[in-house]
């Protein structure tokens, strides 16, 4: 069952990226920002002690700096190299869930660069610009680079993947 909820995740953040619509709110003031963020708005104010106008100027910051990126479109081959990827890494994860989660996070990065996302080398930069156009699914891709650094057991591993 675990099993199961890891691939979702998994799933989600990969059909977030792959998708090519862009409905997403434009406001910037707080309740825009907390409806555009999401989940991602109540982390930011609990990273900042519950100072929501510092949590509200941070992700105003992250909105100025990456609200203008233009999503680039995957052509159809792109695309199915992709999905082909994405299934080899899934079918992998049962009998080596560590190598399956970092091939994983490693082919995330490279889709988010793919689509003109900051380049997965500067994690930080690319989840920033991925939580102003994917709020809602940029914890999983985070929880999921966290376990892929992490040399952590199997159960561990899937218990940073069950967490949103």
């Not at 700096?65 to 080899?88: I, K, N, T």
């Amino acid at each position: 069952m675990i099993t199961v909820v890891v691939i979702a995740v998994l799933v989600m953040g990969l059909a977030a990226l792959l998708h090519t619509g862009r409905g997403r709110a434009r406001g910037s003031g707080g309740r825009g920002l907390k409806w555009r963020f999401g989940p991602e708005y109540e982390r930011a104010v609990a990273l900042q002690n519950g100072d929501v106008r510092a949590a509200e100027r941070e992700l105003g910051e992250r909105v100025r700096r990456h609200g203008s990126l233009q999503e680039q479109p995957l052509s159809p081959e792109v695309r199915e190299q992709y999905v082909a990827q994405w299934a080899a890494v899934q079918e992998q994860f049962v009998g080596s869930p560590q190598k399956a989660v970092t091939e994983a996070d490693a082919l995330l990065a490279r889709l988010a660069r793919d689509r003109g996302f900051p380049d997965g080398e500067q994690f930080e930069e690319q989840l920033a610009a991925l939580s102003v156009h994917h709020a809602y699914v940029v914890q999983g891709y985070r929880s999921m680079h966290a376990a892929a650094r992490d040399q952590s057991g199997t159960e561990e591993m899937r218990e940073a993947r069950h967490q949103r």
